[in-house]
């Protein structure tokens, strides 16, 4: 949990950062980063939206074979024998739904984890050139 409020939080640091990054012209280093924070802002965006829609598909298949799984159970008769190789291929199903869907998840937090280091390692790059600027700036109106 406290991870996690760490991470939206140095999210929206980055986005106040790069929100008006148009307004500034010109190819030096802090805008540069600027720029590789923004395109990394993006990629995590993408990834959440990729994630979202994939999920919502493999439960839009979910329900389609627990529906076709209660049909057929509705359409069982009543003493038929419990091993029936319809349910079988039905509840197979399910189980593969539930092994990609865990699949998706670990691959979805890895790539989220990736990007969410390369984004604090921008942040605190970007952060040690500002402190360096205003070092600089400071050592030429003292002399």
Do not use: N, W
Request: glycine content about 4%; some cysteine; charged content about 35%.
């Amino acid at each position: 949990m406290a991870d996690e409020r760490f991470t939206q939080a140095l999210e929206e640091t980055a986005r106040d950062l790069v929100s008006d990054i148009k307004k500034r012209a010109g190819f030096s280093i802090t805008t540069l980063l600027e720029q590789d924070i923004a395109l990394t802002i993006e990629q995590l965006d993408r990834l959440r939206e990729l994630h979202k829609g994939q999920l919502k598909s493999l439960c839009r298949v979910e329900c389609y074979v627990d529906t076709e799984l209660m049909q057929m159970e509705e359409r069982t008769p009543r003493y038929s024998p419990y091993r029936f190789p319809e349910r079988e291929k039905f509840h197979q199903r399910l189980f593969l739904i539930e092994a990609e869907r865990r699949k998706h998840f670990v691959f979805y937090e890895e790539r989220m984890q990736g990007l969410q280091k390369r984004l604090l390692l921008l942040m605190q790059r970007h952060g040690q050139l500002r402190i360096e600027k205003g070092l600089r700036s400071l050592e030429d109106t003292q002399q």
